[in-house]
């Protein structure tokens, strides 16, 4: 009987792992273009103030960790859901 509940409950954590795979990547998909965007202006500030912009290397850190989350989630690594199914976080800190 506990065997039949665990069956059931991997099945439909991997029907789970479809339905994050279309909401989520297509939401990382878009956000990873800017994060593109947002590296090629942060390389061009610092090439011209010779420091980084903090801000928007934090903000880069967002996506490499829910992209991180995404891909451990969806090659069942890991049952953390990625954004926006959990709250976003970072895993490292700007240096």
């Not at 969806?74 to 199914?85: A, E, R």
């Given at each position: 009987?506990?065997?039949?509940?665990?069956?059931s409950?991997?099945r439909k954590?991997?029907?789970?792992?479809?339905?994050?795979?279309?909401a989520?990547?297509?939401?990382?998909?878009?956000?990873?273009?800017?994060?593109?965007l947002?590296?090629?202006?942060?390389?061009?500030?610092?090439?011209?103030?010779?420091?980084?912009?903090?801000?928007?290397?934090?903000?880069?850190?967002?996506?490499?960790?829910?992209?991180?989350?995404?891909?451990?989630?969806?090659?069942?690594?890991s049952?953390?859901?990625?954004?926006?199914f959990?709250?976003?976080?970072?895993?490292s800190?700007?240096?």
């Amino acid at each position: 009987m506990a065997k039949d509940k665990r069956k059931s409950a991997e099945r439909k954590e991997a029907l789970m792992r479809i339905i994050v795979l279309i909401a989520s990547g297509i939401i990382l998909a878009l956000f990873g273009y800017l994060v593109i965007l947002l590296a090629v202006i942060n390389w061009f500030i610092t090439l011209i103030s010779g420091k980084r912009n903090k801000d928007i290397a934090e903000f880069c850190e967002y996506w490499n960790t829910e992209k991180y989350k995404f891909t451990r989630y969806l090659t069942s690594v890991s049952n953390t859901k990625p954004f926006p199914f959990t709250a976003m976080e970072r895993i490292s800190k700007f240096i």
